[in-house]
């Protein structure tokens, strides 16, 4: 099982996800694809087993992972400041993986009918949706 976590900027969030998913299935390896060097960096000292940087990476491990966990605006043509090509929000939004993603209301998204969680509570719930989508496979 290969999970992809897609963070850029600070890294911030992918790292929390990073740490939190390999806290509680430390037998799955986590991939960090991260938009910049400095993401990829701060999720590789979470936890993460491998990490990639930019867009011909997050593209090409598409194709090769089970799962991506990341912020909604990952779907986002030029979200993250620009830092999302739109190749990379076309090769996540077009993979055949499961997604789960973080209704974080940036990047020009604002998610209504969601619950305003603190960034921390929105990681806690994706781990355990990945409890649960793991557990029914």
Avoid: W
């Amino acid at each position: 099982m290969n999970i992809a976590v897609v963070d850029g900027q600070g890294g911030g969030i992918g790292r929390a996800i990073v740490d939190r998913v390999k806290k509680a299935f430390p037998d799955i390896n986590v991939i960090a694809l991260g938009t910049n060097s400095v993401a990829t960096g701060q999720m590789l000292r979470a936890g993460a087993d491998d990490g990639a940087t930019g867009e011909n990476a997050i593209i090409h491990n598409m194709q090769h992972v089970d799962i991506v966990i990341g912020v909604i605006g990952i779907l986002n043509a030029n979200s993250m400041m620009g830092e999302l090509s739109p190749a990379m929000a076309s090769a996540i939004g077009g993979s055949h993986t499961y997604k789960i993603l973080l209704p974080i209301n940036r990047c020009h998204i604002h998610v209504v009918s969601v619950e305003e969680l603190s960034v921390s509570e929105h990681v806690d719930n994706a781990v355990k949706a990945l409890g649960s989508y793991l557990k029914s496979l």
